[in-house]
């Protein structure tokens, strides 16, 4: 099962998303609120492998939870369901470190998939956000950094290439011969020694 949470203010929307994924046989919910103001204190004990989140909240915003998250939580995958479609909020988010961007206009299944593929660790957008962020970076492509002054061990630079290849951190795990459990342990210390938040930012710098 993959332990799904859902953080949207929006009372009907929340109810609506609850009842679909309620109804999908390999997702379970885990936890849901209104706003942000509880996730430092709750994210750790609950850890669930995928948070839906929000942006416009009361409160903090969508995007600083997601800093709150990933600072707390590394292993929890975040997808932001928004209606904001606009460059600013998609990237403040992916830097935050949000794993996708999907629009609460697209379909139900869509959503469901987005939880599953974010859940194995790959990034979900949906086509016009995707567009955007080509766009994005066909305007401003920026320069790759090396990781070699940030004093990673030897296995952590492995991991880390791995990352940029795009592995599932299940996939490294079975190519590493390590526990997943590991895999997490060793990537809080990539995150930590890199500044980054998200593997699409590790990919963004170093890819």
């Not at 409160?59 to 928004?82: C, D, Q, R």
């Not at 996939?171 to 593997?199: G, P, W």
């Amino acid at each position: 099962m993959i332990r799904v949470a859902i953080i949207e203010d929006n009372v009907a929307y929340r109810k609506a998303l609850e009842t679909l994924i309620s109804k999908t046989e390999d997702l379970e919910i885990v936890y849901t609120a209104s706003d942000c103001t509880a996730l430092s204190q709750t994210v750790e004990i609950i850890t669930p492998d995928v948070m839906i989140m929000d942006i416009e909240m009361p409160g903090l915003t969508g995007i600083e939870g997601v800093k709150v998250v990933k600072e707390k939580s590394p292993a929890t995958n975040i997808f932001m369901l928004t209606v904001f479609e606009d460059e600013q909020n998609i990237f403040e988010s992916i830097k935050a470190g949000a794993s996708g961007y999907l629009l609460k206009r697209d379909p139900p299944e869509e959503i469901l998939n987005a939880i599953r593929k974010v859940h194995i660790g790959e990034a979900i957008m949906n086509g016009k956000i995707a567009r955007k962020v080509l766009e994005y970076y066909s305007r401003k492509p920026a320069p790759k950094e090396s990781w070699e002054e940030y004093n990673l061990t030897n296995r952590e630079k492995e991991l880390l290439e791995l990352i940029i290849k795009g592995l599932s951190y299940k996939e490294i795990a079975a190519q590493c011969f390590i526990s997943i459990d590991t895999v997490f342990s060793h990537i809080r210390k990539i995150y930590s020694k890199l500044n980054v938040h998200s593997r699409s930012e590790i990919s963004a710098r170093f890819g």
